[in-house]
């Protein structure tokens, strides 16, 4: 399998050429837009792996250049940004999931995988945990046949909590993870979204619950919801 990579920090670049190259893929890097742009159009690629702000032409272009000469590779965004507006875009320009800086090289060969399972379909499969799946297509919460629709930093929130599968996840981390480095919020702002997510739960009769860990952060518990659905 064929990877490209178009990412303009030599460091980060180097990584995930790194990663992929020990994950038995064959990795090429391009370090700016319209390198990238013309190696992607060669076709050759699997899947490109592309970044946000990349000089000469910013990710969202290529993206859309690609689309418009129909070339239907996946396409893995990645960008230091975490703004709703912007994964909104880079979705609408054609590329196929969008993945937020800082992240953690599992998550970013579980996208690599799950994107390559089906060459040029869209989205990444759903995410399950307990009785509770997510769909990163329409941002649906579902739970036995009942759905609930989250707002892009609720279904952040959600997604990063279930890939942790009941495992704790720090404040800071999701922090980082949702809002990145430079947002203007705290760990208050954590717990609201928590509550909201806590109460959509509620309202499919999920059998997961959010639990708290005093000053350390949040991790899910599945209870038994399905017995319980199944009687
Ligand atoms: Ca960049």
């Known amino acids: 399998m064929r990877v490209l990579v178009v990412e303009d920090e030599a460091r980060l670049s180097a990584t995930l050429r790194d990663i992929l190259t020990e994950n038995n893929y064959q990795a090429a890097v391009a370090g700016d837009g319209v390198t990238g742009l013309d ?19 910013d990710g969202f272009e290529v993206v859309r250049k690609m689309r418009a000469e129909n070339v239907k ?4 965004m990645l960008t230091a940004r975490s703004e709703t507006s912007d994964k909104v875009y880079g979705l ?8 937020t800086k800082p992240f953690e090289m599992e998550e ?18 759903e995410i399950a945990f307990g009785d509770t799946r997510l769909n990163p297509a329409n941002y649906l919460m579902l739970c036995h046949g009942r759905s609930i629709r989250l707002s892009a930093t609720e ?7 279930m890939l942790q599968k009941g495992a704790i996840i720090p404040k800071e981390t999701l922090l980082l993870k949702v809002w990145g480095y430079d947002a ?18 509620g309202r499919i009769r999920s059998g997961l619950e959010i639990r708290s860990i005093r000053r350390v952060g949040y991790h899910l518990q599945a209870d038994g919801g399905e017995e319980a659905d199944a009687v």
Do not use: N, Q
């Open 155 to 161: 279904f952040e929130v959600m997604r990063l909590l």
């Open 39 to 57: 190696e992607a159009m060669s076709g050759i690629y699997d899947i490109v792996i592309l970044d946000v702000m990349l000089p000469g032409m």
């Open 184 to 201: 203007d919020v705290d760990e208050s702002s954590v717990e609201v979204y928590i509550s909201f997510l806590r109460k959509k739960l």
């Open 92 to 99: 609408d320009c054609g590329a196929d999931y969008y993945l």
């Open 108 to 125: 970013f060969l579980a996208c690599v995988r799950a994107l390559l399972r089906r060459p040029g379909d869209v989205r990444v499969d």
């Open 73 to 76: 590779t996946p396409v893995l």
